[in-house]
DNA sequence: ACATTAAGTGATT
DNA sequence: AATCACTTAATGT
């Protein structure tokens, strides 16, 4: 689908925040160089060791960016959101090589993408886009101090609600649609246990669980 | 009615 | 907190 500018202004409210970020010279290569895209939900986008061509910029949705451990387990690094793009594909564009992460969609979500061919040109071009990218990196590195950050010091329990709770902000509703079995494999824990600290989360009057589904009671938008 | 998948539970390590 | 073995419940065909 070709992408085309109105699209973006009337679907969502791009223009007015690109024109805060970039500057307007930068907004019209964008348009140019990228493509639009709807992808449907969970619809892997990329795995790891293909070869990176596109650098991924969300429109709207979200982004789930996985690694893999040595035993072959996925590993969820963080997920990224409206006009976030990806630091881990940053980081490849440069050296041109294979990609060390997966990465899926796990609602209906917009992305544009942009030909990696660019990113070096408007490093040197653009301090807007300078600005952009590193702005980007801090935010994942922030992000991934505090992952760690919780597994070193935080017990299951406190992952399991801190975990809820961001996915409440990231999908903007406080009605998950999700499984106990899903939730274990994002926290590396086993079914059974996230069941049994569900239940006591639902005692404490903090959920309300269905199948297939949890509601955040105290959640606040 | 039956199969499949999600969630609950007691016991053990 | 993880695993096993089993039960119960919800949902699709």
Known sequence: MAFNFSDIVTNNDLLERFQNLF????????????????????????SIGETITHMPLIISG??????????????????????DTCA????????????????MTEE???????PVKYMDLWMVKYQSWRSFVLESYNSRMNEMLEAIDNLAFHNMEERLSKYLRNRAKLMQNGKLKITHLQIAHDLNSSRVVISRLMKKL??????????????????LF
Not at 88 to 100: A, D, Q, Y
Not at 212 to 218: K, S
Request: contains cysteine; glycine residues 4%.
């Open 23 to 46: 500057e307007k010279e930068l907004i019209d290569e964008i348009c140019n160089a990228g493509e639009l895209r709807k992808i449907a939900e969970y619809t892997e986008l990329i």
């Open 202 to 219: 639902e005692e404490e009057g903090v959920i309300k669980q269905y199948r297939n589904r949890v509601d955040l009671l105290e959640f």
């Open 62 to 83: 979200s982004l789930k960016v996985m690694t893999e451990d040595k035993n072959g387990e996925e590993l969820l690094l963080y997920y990224l959101e409206l006009g």
């Open 108 to 114: 209906p979500t917009e992305i544009l993408f942009i």
């Open 88 to 103: 881990m594909t940053l980081k490849c564009c440069s050296s041109l090589s294979k990609s060390v992460i997966s990465a």
